[in-house]
């Protein structure tokens, strides 16, 4: 099992930038790779960043270059630095991470509001 917990939602005006942060604890060494993703108000759970166990980088349509995901692998942590935010990107922001074995984990989610 693989517990993940997010930090650093919060309220944000337009134009400006938050850094989420998810530790995860437990079984770690069975990380394969970490991500995070969101849940606007639509239905679905949309990617935002993802970093795979090669070190490539997946980032969502959306992204356009504002948002930076980065690993400490030896803190087993996952961080997104999100900067430029827009009211469209209100949302639940989760942070995933993925098994060697396919497993998927979920933490909690940080709500991250944008509005003037």
């Known amino acids: 099992q693989v517990q993940l917990v997010e930090s650093g939602g919060g309220f944000v005006q337009p134009g400006g930038s938050l850094t989420l942060s998810c530790a995860a604890s437990?079984?770690?060494?069975?990380?394969?790779?970490m991500g995070w993703y969101r849940h606007p108000a639509g239905p679905q759970r949309e990617l935002v960043a993802r970093?795979?166990?090669?070190?490539?980088?997946r980032y969502g349509d959306f992204v356009n270059g504002r948002f930076t995901i980065s690993r400490d692998n030896a803190k087993n942590m996952v961080f997104l630095q999100m900067n430029n935010l827009q009211p469209e990107d209100t949302a639940i922001y989760f942070c995933?991470?993925?098994?060697?074995?396919?497993?998927?984990?979920w933490g909690q989610g940080t709500q991250v509001n944008v509005s003037a």
């Open positions: 437990g079984a770690t060494a069975s990380i394969d790779s």
């Open positions: 970093k795979l166990s090669g070190g490539g980088i």
């Open positions: 995933n991470s993925v098994s060697i074995g396919g497993r998927n984990y």
